[in-house]
């Protein structure tokens, strides 16, 4: 059987340069599916069912920082992620490894790098760049909110990015063409597992995913699950 491979990046040159370093590091004519968004990486991930690889970019649209990673990991643990990015400082390797990444490609990467990459992960091992010294001690300030977003189903995981992009219930349920009554079952289930009361909480909560620091600056917020 073909090596299965979800590429989810947003940018087509770099796309076609990972498919072509997946191509070359497998030395085969692997089985490789492109997203460019979360949603589309959501709909590949459930029509492979079970992919040999995951290359994941951070910053690809309905993306929050490191949630695309911690909903991969949840719903697929068994599944191999590298994530790729152009944001390679130390902190953010580090989270990405300590957050379940099996390796982590910077953007600024050599074609061979990248292809070394790849061959390390599928024979089982990590892979870092370099200059990354894993022995050094880091504290990786992890929360109970990332063991929380593996827990929601992917519907949830649809809604709670389009609740992050500012969308309300009507919009959600257009979106997704499902009523809006189902749209308010899944809001209320996502406050529940997120353990937040209204809309800004959960995007506040949200955002401590995101690479940058989060804006304490939120306001506005709803009661309910309108």
Request: charged residues 25%; glycine residues 6%.
């Amino acid at each position: 059987m073909d090596t299965r491979v979800i590429i989810a990046e947003d940018h087509p040159l770099f796309r076609a340069a990972l498919q072509t370093a997946v191509n070359q590091a497998l030395h085969s004519s692997p089985d490789v599916t492109e997203a460019d968004t979360i949603d589309s990486l959501q709909d590949a991930l459930e029509n492979k069912q079970s992919p040999d690889l995951v290359l994941l970019d951070l910053n690809m649209p309905g993306a929050h920082g490191f949630s695309g990673l911690l909903y991969i990991r949840g719903q697929y643990p068994k599944v191999p992620v590298v994530v790729i990015s152009a944001q390679d400082d130390e902190v953010v390797i580090r989270k990405a490894l300590g957050y379940g990444a099996a390796g982590f490609i910077p953007k600024s990467s050599s074609m061979s790098m990248i292809k070394e990459a790849i061959q390390n992960v599928m024979k089982g091992e990590n892979w870092i760049p370099d200059n990354i010294d894993m022995s050094k001690d880091f504290e990786l300030g992890k929360s109970d909110l990332e063991e929380k977003i593996t827990t929601l189903t992917p519907q949830q995981f649809r809604v709670l990015g389009m609740i992050g992009e500012g969308m309300l219930n009507k919009q959600i349920a257009w979106e997704l063409n499902i009523s809006e009554a189902t749209i308010k079952a899944h809001v209320t289930a996502i406050f529940r597992k997120l353990g937040v009361r209204n809309r800004t909480q959960a995007v506040i909560a949200l955002k401590q995913l995101e690479l940058d620091e989060p804006n304490s600056n939120e306001s506005g917020s709803e009661a309910s699950p309108e």
